[in-house]
């Protein structure tokens, strides 16, 4: 699931437009409640090599990341995706 998430929604990409950031930190919080259901991805390590960043870039996207002022609005179709 996370992978076709990451896929579907070009999620490697590396650019820094605020609603790729915003959608970036939608599903690493959501892999962050769900953790315990993935065993291929358990740890920020794997999940940082599957969006192909540093595992450092993951934990700030949890941490200290704030959300713009779209983030309902950036992250909608990707709850929606997640949801069906």
Do not use: P
């Not at 991805?41 to 999940?47: A, E, G, L, N, R």
């Not at 941490?63 to 949801?83: G, N, P, Q, V």
């Amino acid at each position: 699931m996370l992978e076709m998430v990451i896929d579907s929604y070009d999620l490697r990409k590396r650019n820094r437009k605020m609603g790729q950031k915003d959608r970036m930190q939608f599903v690493i919080v959501w892999w962050l409640k769900n953790k315990k259901k993935f065993t291929k991805y358990d740890t920020v390590v794997k999940v940082a090599k599957l969006f192909e960043v540093d595992h450092a870039t993951i934990i700030h996207h949890y941490t200290r990341r704030k959300s713009s002022r779209l983030y309902a609005e950036e992250t909608k179709c990707i709850k929606d995706f997640i949801e069906s």
